[in-house]
């Protein structure tokens, strides 16, 4: 009974990082699926050869597993949006007849120690799938997109522009967030210029990318999102954390359509000194594939208790968006995926080495800095002879968006910039 549970928990493992296992959400699960599949079919066969008290009834679990990751494997997606819906249910029958036939023919202190914890942790966990799924087609009902999908070539990514005038302010949320988590800062830019949100590959309303998103493909994309979009420069950006890297990498990348900066606590880019340090093609291949399985979880309500811990203190329409986002296997995916990129993305942020006389405002939050923090944003604000380093008492890193008062000094910041960018005249200090 171990030996073959652990052979199924061991081949299971070893499916999901074989080479011949697409690397994609239903190729991972199936290959999962298949390994699990092999233990108890082990079990029906090893026991009736070996044993006195022959277990038969593994041969189900066997077939239904074996052949619901194969069918995930061979043919992807199709097949993986039905089976969503369909494997919750069947899993949960089938772990109630398994306990069943169990407790009638194992006569084993294995029943207790091993079978029966298999067997509820499959129950629940077919229980956990189910409610996802129906949460997650409630969510798409209850929260439809606003603005306008995109492609930018191989994806489509969600832009949301609201407001009139120029320069236009396009807004970069932090690692791993979607737009809606700048609820407060958007709505209140609006009035004064036009100002545009949208959601990198794989978040909010965006579909995933196939290619690697560092800062300079985050940086193409968005480019092409708002030529394909109709909106015109010159801009203002403004990055929150690993957001700003993606504005330093898109301002040194189109100097000419970037009037301005707003760095709000934004990661650093990477020193001069220090180069980059690419992974090899089989790492990258591997982490991809750990990537999707540890995303995979999020289809078990994970990510959902993750977000009702989070964004409360976002207006109520805008932190439900979020949590319903954050719930999703493709934005946990996408956020880890982007902290792997982060070395590159650091690297290119660097490319930016001067920005002229243009208005940049770089904010701090006060609480909560690790040390060179502070020192790393003045170096930042050094880019422009026409900049303003402004430390925001009291605030911490995410309430520069999150929070209602921290999020007015990040508003005020964008429309000084704003500001400078129609006068040419200096920022106020």
């Known amino acids: ?213 560092d800062g300079a493909q985050i940086a193409t994309d968005l480019h092409t999102l708002l030529e394909r979009g109709d909106v015109p420069g010159p801009y203002v950006l403004a990055g929150h954390s690993f957001g700003g890297l993606y504005t330093l990498t898109f301002a040194a990348r189109y100097p000419e359509e970037v009037g301005g900066l707003v760095l709000v606590d934004s990661a650093a880019p990477a020193p001069a000194e220090q180069g980059a340090s690419p992974g090899t093609a089989g790492s990258d291949k591997m982490l991809r594939r750990v990537s999707i399985l540890v995303s995979t979880t999020a289809r078990l309500g994970l990510g959902r208790l993750y977000g009702m811990l989070d964004y409360g203190s976002l207006p109520p329409r805008s932190r439900q968006e979020a949590r319903a986002s954050v719930a999703t296997a493709r934005q946990l995916r996408s956020t880890i995926d982007e902290y792997v990129q982060g070395g590159p993305s650091t690297d290119q942020a660097a490319s930016l080495v001067d920005f002229g006389d243009k208005p940049l405002v770089v904010l701090t939050a006060s609480v909560g800095n690790a040390p060179g923090w502070s020192a790393d944003q003045d170096a930042m604000a050094a880019l422009s002879t026409n900049s303003v380093h402004r430390v925001v008492d009291d605030a911490t890193h995410a309430s520069m968006i999150s929070d209602e008062g921290d999020a007015a000094a990040t508003t005020q910041a964008i429309l000084d910039v704003v500001s400078s960018v129609r006068s040419g005249g200096p920022l106020v200090r």
């Open 1 to 213: 009974m171990a030996a073959s549970l652990a052979t199924g928990a061991l081949a299971a493992l070893l499916l999901v990082v074989a080479p011949f296992i697409p690397p994609t959400e239903s190729g991972i699960t199936g290959g999962l699926w298949c390994g699990l599949a092999l233990g108890w079919a082990m079990l029906a066969v090893l026991s009736v050869r070996f044993t006195d008290q022959p277990q038969r009834w593994a041969a189900a679990p066997a077939l239904m597993l074996g052949i619901s990751g194969l069918l995930l494997v061979t043919f992807g997606s199709p097949v993986y949006e039905v089976f969503l819906w369909v494997w919750p249910p069947t899993l949960l029958v089938l772990a109630n007849w398994m306990g069943m036939r169990a407790h009638r023919q194992l006569r084993s202190w294995s029943r207790r120690v091993l079978v029966y914890p298999v067997i509820a942790t499959l129950a629940l966990g077919s229980i956990a799938g189910g409610l996802e799924t129906v949460r997650e087609a409630a969510d798409a009902t209850a929260y439809p997109m606003p603005g306008r999908s995109i492609d930018v070539g191989g994806h489509s990514l969600h832009l949301n522009c609201t407001g009139s005038g120029t320069p236009t302010v396009v807004l970069e949320p932090g690692a791993g967030e979607m737009s809606s988590v700048l609820g407060w800062v958007a709505p209140a830019v609006a009035p004064n210029t036009r100002v545009c949100v949208y959601d990198r590959a794989g978040r909010g309303w965006s579909e995933p990318a196939d290619t690697d998103q």
